[in-house]
């Protein structure tokens, strides 16, 4: 009788152990997987098929990438641009990289193989992929403007220098303080009109 008693309450024990690490172990298999993380080290190139949205792009993307951006770069030379937008970041088939600022070496991104937020994130592409991009083709007398053309030359002027610009609506005098060796170059000057045809750039930006 006494050996019964021992063999289980022996039994009982080794059940209640078993049934523990089996539930354990089924715990461990259903738990959602980690979807997302932070890295300071990434690849555009490691994205296939990559869309990407950046506010202003300092690395060279995929040769196969569709990108749009707020502010061209001569990391962007094929991009749309759109004005509208914001954030950063870059979504491919199966996973996405979302950049914590501008994208360019060392700025930390969250990669994620979210599905939801892979959506989420290929349907905000398109959403700013599919505006018109403004061009600016001319400029006026005064006031802001940004423009693209060809560098026809850089020589003194009064206290610095003059970058000749030719555009499609004709040619502009670009107010250096120093000089570029951008001649023959394709640039964009965003700046003000002092009075035309002479500009004050704020910024001056290489696209080729």
Not at 24 to 51: D, G, Q, V, Y
Not at 74 to 86: I, T, W
Not at 129 to 138: A, D, H, L, P, Q
Not at 148 to 172: C, H, K, Q, T, W
Request: with cysteine.
């Amino acid at each position: 009788m006494a050996m019964d008693i021992i063999a289980f309450v022996a039994g009982l024990i080794v059940g209640i152990v078993a049934v523990s690490v089996a539930v354990e172990f089924a715990w461990r298999k259903s738990a959602p997987e980690k979807t997302c993380k932070l890295l300071k080290k990434w690849s555009l190139h490691e994205i296939k098929n990559p869309m990407i949205v950046a506010e202003r792009l300092h690395v060279e993307p995929p040769a196969d990438a569709k990108i749009v951006v707020a502010n061209p770069s001569s990391h962007a030379k094929n991009a749309r641009e759109n004005p509208d937008v914001m954030g950063n970041f870059a979504v491919g088939l199966n996973k996405a990289y979302i950049f914590a600022g501008e994208i360019k070496e060392g700025q930390i991104a969250m990669v994620t193989s979210d599905e939801d937020i892979l959506k989420e994130l290929r349907s905000m592409f398109y959403e700013f992929y599919r505006k018109k991009e403004k061009v600016v083709s001319y400029v006026p007398k005064k006031g802001r403007v940004r423009i693209r053309g060809i560098v026809r030359a850089v020589f003194p002027y009064r206290d610095g220098y003059l970058m000749r610009l030719s555009y499609e609506g004709g040619v502009v005098g670009v107010i250096l303080k120093e000089r570029m060796d951008v001649e023959g170059r394709r640039v964009e000057v965003e700046g003000e009109v002092l009075e035309h045809p002479f500009i004050k750039p704020s910024n001056i930006t290489i696209l080729d």
